[in-house]
């Protein structure tokens, strides 16, 4: 794991833990709009942290065969349990249909119980993957606890 990516991670009153970029089954087209999801999670007790990272992993290891997915980025902040994702996709269709997934459905069973949180999305004009992390990181800034 790596700590940063961009000028406003050094910045955080908090420390921000991230696995890179893991680009998933298409490549964004320059000339149109991304989805992009963030989701901020709280695990309720430490003894569900591996699980919930494990599974996480897991995840992210699946990305690029994920229809529509062009990318995905890990976080936590290990010592509060908070973690989450930082997710673009071609559309909001792709995130919905990935949200649907029996792999998805399959995890929220499995955590629902164990952690609590909240997901936002929205349009970038353009994918610029800094950009995009960089307004994921101001979005974390600003909710100190899953609620962005």
Do not use: C, K
């Amino acid at each position: 794991m790596t700590t940063g990516i961009a000028s406003g991670v050094a910045a955080l009153a908090w420390r921000l833990w991230y696995i890179g970029w893991r680009a998933g089954s298409v490549d964004a087209d320059p000339d149109q709009p991304v989805f992009v999801s963030l989701t901020d999670f709280q695990i309720h007790h430490a003894r569900h942290a591996p699980g919930a990272w494990r599974t996480g992993l897991r995840l992210r290891r699946s990305w690029p065969r994920l229809e529509g997915a062009i990318g995905l980025w890990l976080w936590n902040e290990p010592l509060t349990l908070r973690s989450g994702s930082v997710s673009v996709w071609r559309a909001e269709e792709d995130l919905a249909r990935f949200i649907r997934s029996p792999v998805h459905l399959t995890i929220m069973r499995e955590y629902r119980a164990r952690m609590s949180g909240v997901s936002a999305g929205w349009t970038a004009q353009a994918f610029d993957r800094t950009a995009i992390w960089n307004q994921a990181v101001r979005r974390l800034r600003s909710a100190p606890t899953p609620g962005m």
